[in-house]
């Protein structure tokens, strides 16, 4: 049975690692971007899903400052399908009452990727069920280099004193300022890794690894990793009789 978990707790926030889909298609004999492509109706699978379960946010990691190494076709198909995706699932996120918001480096993002998300989050600015987080040239390590500088600003213009330094500061320059850290990470695919993903969102975290390749990550999956989530016990470096105490009426 859990442990000091009330078995329906649902994580606020999901963040999810999508890896697996070249992997995918290369088992199908195909080229890659036939494994996007159907990661993409993974996306669409799991975000329905995660609205429907009661999850608050969902960030999917979605492409990195570092894939703009890959091939430049494979990184043009990525774009294009991207705007491809935004265009016709737009209407269905938004008729689901979901909030689309994008992190990462969005201002560097080709014009058409841009314009197609930022029109995207413009319609859906006012929903409440859940929110759909795009990570797009995002890399956590720049975010933090990010959130240093403009605290270094602050200082430097006499709006924030040395010793007032906090990690809710800090919290409050970063991307995610608006959205609380992920209760629960996933990466398919079987690697073991975070990729420069959240660093310092998924400090408390509980990580979750599956094998499965994200073309193949469906609503089961994503009840099983919640129902691992549920039997964990997230002590915050207190002790089990601690957490034990504090959950007695
Ligand atoms: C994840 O799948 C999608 C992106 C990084 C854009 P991959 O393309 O990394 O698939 P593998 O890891 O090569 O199988
Ligand atoms: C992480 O996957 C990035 C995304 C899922 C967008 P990668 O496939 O790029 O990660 P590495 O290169 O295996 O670490
Ligand atoms: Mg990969």
Do not use: C
């Not at 070249?22 to 492509?37: N, S, V």
């Not at 201002?107 to 797009?136: D, H, Q, V, W, Y």
Request: charged share 25%; proline share 4%.
């Amino acid at each position: 049975m859990s442990k000091g978990h009330v078995k329906s707790e649902i994580p606020n926030h999901i963040a999810i690692i999508m890896d697996g889909n070249g992997r995918w298609a290369k088992k199908q004999g195909k080229p890659r971007i036939f494994g996007h492509r159907e990661g993409v109706r993974s996306v669409r699978r799991i975000t329905e899903a995660a609205a429907e379960i009661g999850v608050k946010h969902l960030t999917l990691y979605a492409f990195s400052t570092e894939n703009w190494n890959r091939p430049k076709f494979e990184v043009n198909a990525l774009m294009t399908l991207l705007v491809d995706t935004l265009k016709t699932e737009i209407d269905s996120l938004h008729k689901n009452n979901i909030k689309l918001n994008a992190i990462g480096d969005i201002e560097s993002l080709p014009f058409l990727s841009k314009r197609a998300l930022l029109n995207g989050i413009e319609k859906t600015k006012n929903n409440t069920k859940m929110t759909l987080n795009l990570a797009l040239n995002y890399s956590a390590q720049l975010e933090i280099v990010k959130a240093s500088k403009a605290i270094a600003e602050d200082v430097k213009n006499n709006v924030l004193k040395v010793e007032d330094i906090n990690e809710n500061i800090f919290q409050s320059k970063l991307y995610t300022k608006d959205i609380p850290n992920p209760d629960l990470l996933i990466r398919t695919s079987g690697e073991t890794r975070i990729s420069n993903f959240l660093l310092w969102q998924i400090a408390y975290a509980e990580l979750y690894f599956t094998p499965v390749l994200w073309p193949e990550f469906g609503k089961e999956e994503l009840l099983a990793s919640i129902n691992d989530f549920q039997n964990r016990e997230r002590r915050y470096g207190q002790t089990s009789e601690q957490i034990a105490a504090s959950k007695k009426p």
